[in-house]
């Protein structure tokens, strides 16, 4: 046994866990929302690990391609068998972690068929189709993908390639892909799983193009899988990440579809072929709302993974010796390296509790659709898409101060972190690239801010900061009396100062140049005053749930949201210093406030992130482990590389061996 191992558990860690100020079981149930969320957690976890069907052969890592789609697949139809083991409503709670503990971060061939043909069928199919669809759905005896994206287009829909030419004397739509560019390109579980498939095409009736509409559509023959007539289809190949989904490409040579599959729940086209408008014109875009708002707890889970790998492995991890003779110290004592990963722990608490107000926001916007009200489109496509952009970019480049970090090890697949990587920083480009959905932001705020200098202002309160006239300069006199109404108001003033500089930038641009022109030219800083929009939201949100933490919880968790608040600000000084609103003094005040939010953090750490109540199963982390016994972990799960099922492997006998021989007998 290694003498770092005390009861089974390294000594390191299990004098970290003795430091907690707090519970960390009652610190979990606040974090998950509630005491009947963590009893159904250990429920689905106890369920989930007495089940052989869930286990990998070998750490997926050591998996092939073949292997890994395969694995997948067996794994995912054992665990929709079982679906009756959690509660299907709650799809964004029970349903995303069940998947998380039984699938890993691979994705798999059910993948876009849970996220999003699903939600497409619940959302813009009429009655007539749901009853038709859905349980086949459901029940898994069709399995369907979306499939939208092109190999020419992605971002732009409105230029999608792909026809649907409705043909009033057969009643059908006639798919057809004209050219390369209209192969539908890398819907998840396409290539070589799903037999159905949302398809995305544009609407061509009474030789009129209606624009981009979602048709249900038949791929594959439903008894021996092959692809239907003028259906050609495939594997796109290996990615950076989620390599046990199976992303395709489609093409349609004049491929014939009833009428009825074109989804009519808000856009119809009647039997001679009269076309029905929507209600509002981007209702048909609901399902890439619906996941912009889920990614964000997904996006939060990943990090939290990433932290909590991080930290216990900073607590484990020696090196260096600061008084020579004293022993070499935990690496989690270097004040750098807090800085390096307390601030992703921070922000990955920050994207969680946003994450459950975009739910709460996505479920009254379904509940007001019902009643036929689109009041709240714009409001929640402009905070997904925002909420979208920021979090997946920041959770990337935490990931990587993360892995960092961990030094060596963390570039070892043994860490996790290249599997969490490649499976978060996809986030960044599907659901709408980055940048472009920030520019989606920036036109909510532009109209914000048209209203504001109309002075006819009735803004929604998210966006309520932009008609407020703020102070001049900050009020922040000491770190110690910086107050949650004072931070922020500093971000308040930042976000609304970006606003309105992009803006005016804007406004001066449209003077001289076209708008297109004058968007383009204003487009960097119109992305800013975005970020700085999302990131003001975070904060309030983080802040505001702390402050209603019970007293205990909120001790510690002060210093987390106030970590968070101060790394925004001191990382971006400049613009706090813009014309004077903060002095360079005040910037230095908020840099130690974040060098003492590292400091009241460090003694809780461990317990913070135990508090994320990870089971070593969902890490898939040996640097990660609860018990800290990372060496023996590592050495063990090395084990595993096939180059190591014999001591001398073929390629030496072929080249080294004769290389290093002909070597010896020249000298
Ligand atoms: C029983 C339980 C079982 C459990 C089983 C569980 C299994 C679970 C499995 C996994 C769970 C894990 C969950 C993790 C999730 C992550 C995994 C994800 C996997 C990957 C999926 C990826 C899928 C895709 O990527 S699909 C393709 C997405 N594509 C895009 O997003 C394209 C982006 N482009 C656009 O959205 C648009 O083109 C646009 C918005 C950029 C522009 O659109 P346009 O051209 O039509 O716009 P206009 O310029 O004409 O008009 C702009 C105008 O419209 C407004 N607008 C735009 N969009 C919307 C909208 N959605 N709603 C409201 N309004 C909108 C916009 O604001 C403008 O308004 P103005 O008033 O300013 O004019
Ligand atoms: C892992 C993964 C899974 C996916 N799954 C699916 C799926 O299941 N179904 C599906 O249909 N699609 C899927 N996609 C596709 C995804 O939705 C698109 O890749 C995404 O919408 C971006 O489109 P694009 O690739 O065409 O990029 P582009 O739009 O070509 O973007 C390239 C660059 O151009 C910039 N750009 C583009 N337009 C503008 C603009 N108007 N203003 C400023 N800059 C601009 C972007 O910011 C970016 O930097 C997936 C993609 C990935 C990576």
Redesign the pocket.
Known sequence: MSRWIQNGDNVDITKERKNATFNTERMSAWIHGGDEVLKRRREILDYVKSNPDFKDPIPVEFLSREERVSNGTRKIVKMTDNTDQIDGADFFGEGMYFQSLVMGRDLHPLS?HYI?FLPTLQGQTDDEQLDEWLPKAIARSIVG?????ELG????LSKLETTATYDPSTQEFVLHSPTITAA?W???G?GKSSNHAIV?AQLYTKGQCKGPHPFIVQLRDLETHKPMKGVRLGDIGP?L??NGSD?GFLLFDKYRIPRKAMLMRYSKVQPDGTYIAPAHSKLGYGTMVFVRSIMIKDQATQLGAAATIATRYSAVRRQGEPVVGNGEIQILDYQTQQYRVFPQLARAFAFLFAAYEIRDLYLRLTEELTHGNTELLPEIHALSSGLKSVVSWDTAQGIEQCRLSCGGHGYSQASAFPEIYGYAV?GC????????ML?QVARYLVKAAEETRKGTSNLAEICGYISKTGRRTSSLTSIANYTTDQIIEDLEHVARKQVFHAYDKLKKAQQHVKPEDAWNQS?VELAKASRWHVRLYLVKTFLKKVDKAPEDLKKVMIHVARLYAFDIISSSSGNFLEEGYMRPDQITEIKEGVYECLAKIRPVAVSLVDSWDYDDLELKSVLGKRDGNVYEALLQWAQNSQLNKSDVIPTFEKYLGPMMKDARSKL
């Open positions: 876009l999003m993908t979306y499939a939208q994206t287009h992605g971002t732009n539908k890398w819907p998840g396409l995305v990615k990440g989620i992303n996809g480009t599907y659901e709408g690239e980055n940048l472009v520019l487009s």
